[in-house]
């Protein structure tokens, strides 16, 4: 199974823009990632699926279109713009493993992403 | 919108059980099922298994095997996750997140709002 990798912290300033990078194991170029925004003391919020090509499917509910991802080699960007007090979060990326009924979810360690 | 809403806090002492619940609040066709992740005091996500809203087919991470079941009532769109001989390592906050299905994709939309688990003698 992928191992997913994040640099445990990110800063950026008010109105600025920041990209968060999440790094999958070798051999694993062709994985989609899942991003998710984890506000404190609230549940993850699911924000949008990356692949090399850009995002997979449709964006999560509520996810302004400041927030954007894209994929290249093993690394799986999320970028935000225009950075709002609201962004301040915990930010993981996941990836589903296996096929049919046999699949399991991996998780990076989070970025804790704080807004100067 | 499905949104999922779960049980309240816990407090549990060493070897006892806890079963957790998880209401839909209302059924979803684009739902492949049910996962259950945890998050330790300060740590990241660790995913604990999964049920499918189909057919009850279960599927548990390892580590996991021997202590939890995942069920579900389809009558009150209700998943519960139990789990036994509880250890002090065991305090988290439990969620539940829906596996929403997009075409051959599928990913964790919405997640329930958590619900702490504290072991404690």
Redesign the interface.
């Known amino acids: 199974q992928p191992v997913l990798t994040q640099p445990p912290s990110a800063s950026a300033s008010l109105g600025a823009s920041v990209t968060l990078t999440c790094t999958l194991s070798s051999g694993y170029s062709d994985y989609k990632v899942d991003w998710y925004q984890q506000r404190p003391g609230k549940g993850p919020r699911f924000v949008m699926r990356v692949g090399t090509g850009g995002i997979v499917g449709p964006m999560g509910d509520g996810i302004p279109d400041r927030f954007s991802v894209l994929g290249s080699g093993l690394n799986r960007y999320l970028t935000i713009k225009n950075i709002q007090e609201e962004d301040e979060s915990d930010y993981y990326c996941g990836a589903d493993h296996g096929s049919g009924n046999d699949f399991l979810w991996v998780f990076g360690g989070g970025t804790k992403l704080t807004v100067l | 919108?499905v949104q999922l809403v779960q049980s309240g806090a816990e407090v549990k002492k060493p070897g006892a059980s806890v079963k957790v619940s998880c209401k839909a609040s209302r059924f979803s066709f684009d739902s492949r099922g049910i996962?259950w992740?945890r998050q330790a005091p300060g740590q990241?996500?660790?995913?604990m298994g999964?049920i499918?809203a189909n057919n009850g087919?279960t599927?548990y991470?390892q580590k996991f095997q021997d202590r939890v079941t995942m069920t579900t009532d389809t009558s009150t769109n209700t998943a519960y996750m139990e789990m036994r001989s509880l250890r002090s390592d065991d305090t988290a906050v439990y969620?539940c997140?829906r596996i929403?299905r997009?075409?051959t994709?599928?990913?964790?939309?919405?997640?329930?709002?958590?619900t702490l688990v504290t072991v404690s003698s």
């Open positions: 919108q996962s992740l990241g996500l660790e995913w999964w499918s087919h599927s991470a969620f997140a929403r997009f075409q994709e599928q990913w964790l939309a919405p997640w329930g709002q958590g």
